[in-house]
C-alpha cells in the first residue's frame, strides 16, 4: 500500500461515478472488470505505487436498502483523495460469470429457485470474484470495497433461508480458501424502512433488470437475516463493526471514515462533512 500520510476526510457529495474508473476526475485505462462492463466494479484512477504490501479487504454488510451503495461510493471517494488505490466491487456479481449468475438469483421470475441451489450459486459467483477480481487487486496493494461478501450468505441462506451457519462456513472454507474480510463495516437499520427502500429504489431502476427475488421475502425471513448478522458480528467481533445506519447518509458516512480511517492506520479526520 502506498504512503497514507494525509488525513482522510469525509465527502460531501458523490463525487465518483459507478460506471466510470473516475475517481479523481479522469479517465484512466479500465481494468479487466470495467472493460467488460460491470457497473459496479471501478477502480480508482490512483494506481498502486510500487509496493510490497497487500492491500485491505473491506466488506459492507446489511439488509436490503441499507443504504451500502451510497456508503461505499462515499468512502471510495474519501480514500481517493488520499491516492489510496481503491477497487469497487460487488456479490453477487463483479465479473462476467458472476454478473450472469446475479440475473439469475435477483429475477423474480426465477420461483422455482431452491435454496440450495440458490446457495451454490452464491459460492460460484464468489469463487470467480476471488480468484478474477478481489485476490489480484489485493495483491496489488488496493483497497477493496465489496458490497457483500460470505456474511451475507451466513445471514440471508443460513438464517433468512434456515440451511444453518454450518453448511456456508463449510463451503466458504472449501471453495473461498477462508478468505476473510480484514474489516466489515455492518450497517444496521429497521427492516420495514430498509425493504421499503430496496423495494422502491428497484421499482425506480432505469434499467430493465429485475432484481427484485429477495425484496419480496416477508418479514419474518428479513427478522432471521438481521438476527443471523448480528450472530456473526458478535462471533467475530474482531472484524465486524456495527454501524447505526438510521441517520442521514453524511452521520453514517462520518461514521465510517472514523472506523476505517483507524483500520488503515490513517490520522484522524478533521474535516466535518
Ligand atoms: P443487491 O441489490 O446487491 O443488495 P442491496 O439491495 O443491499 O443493494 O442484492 C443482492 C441480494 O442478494 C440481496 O437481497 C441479498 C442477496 N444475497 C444473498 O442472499 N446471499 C449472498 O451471499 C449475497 C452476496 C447476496
Not at 497487500?54 to 480514500?79: H, M, N, P, V, Y
Not at 420495514?192 to 433488470?209: F, Q
Request: proline letters at 4%.
Amino acid at each position: 500500500m502506498q504512503d497514507n500520510r494525509h488525513e482522510l476526510c469525509v465527502v460531501d457529495s458523490d463525487s465518483i461515478r459507478s460506471e466510470t474508473l473516475n475517481l479523481r476526475g479522469h479517465r484512466e485505462k479500465p481494468p479487466a472488470a470495467a472493460k467488460r462492463n460491470h457497473p459496479i466494479v471501478y477502480h480508482s484512477a490512483v494506481s498502486p505505487a510500487r509496493h510490497t504490501h497487500r492491500g485491505k479487504f473491506i466488506t459492507f454488510e446489511g439488509l436490503d436498502g441499507s443504504g451500502k451503495s451510497t456508503q461505499i461510493r462515499k468512502l471510495a471517494a474519501a480514500l481517493s483523495h488520499l491516492k489510496v488505490p481503491v477497487l469497487v466491487t460487488r456479490e453477487p456479481g463483479g465479473t462476467t460469470t458472476g454478473e450472469k449468475i446475479r440475473k439469475l438469483l435477483l429475477d423474480s421470475a426465477n420461483v422455482e429457485l431452491s435454496p440450495m441451489a440458490e446457495l451454490a450459486l452464491m459460492f460460484a459467483s464468489r469463487a470467480q470474484h476471488i480468484r478474477e477480481v478481489i485476490e489480484p487487486a489485493l495483491s496489488e496493494g488496493r483497497i477493496v470495497l465489496c458490497d457483500r461478501f460470505t456474511d451475507s450468505t451466513e445471514a440471508y441462506q443460513g438464517g433468512g433461508r434456515k440451511l444453518g451457519g454450518a453448511a456456508v462456513l463449510e463451503l466458504h472454507h472449501i471453495l473461498c480458501g477462508d478468505l476473510q474480510p480484514d474489516l466489515t463495516i455492518l450497517m444496521d437499520s429497521d427492516i420495514a424502512a430498509s425493504v421499503e427502500r430496496a423495494r422502491r429504489r428497484n421499482c425506480s431502476r432505469k434499467s430493465s433488470a429485475d432484481e427484485n427475488r429477495f425484496e419480496q421475502e416477508n418479514r419474518a425471513f428479513f427478522s432471521r437475516v438481521r438476527h443471523g448478522y448480528h450472530v456473526l458480528a458478535t462471533r467475530d467481533a474482531h472484524r465486524v463493526v456495527v454501524v447505526d445506519a438510521r441517520g442521514t447518509p453524511a452521520q453514517t458516512h462520518r461514521k465510517i471514515v472514523e472506523i476505517v480511517g483507524r483500520k488503515l492506520n490513517l490520522p484522524r479526520a478533521t474535516a466535518a462533512g
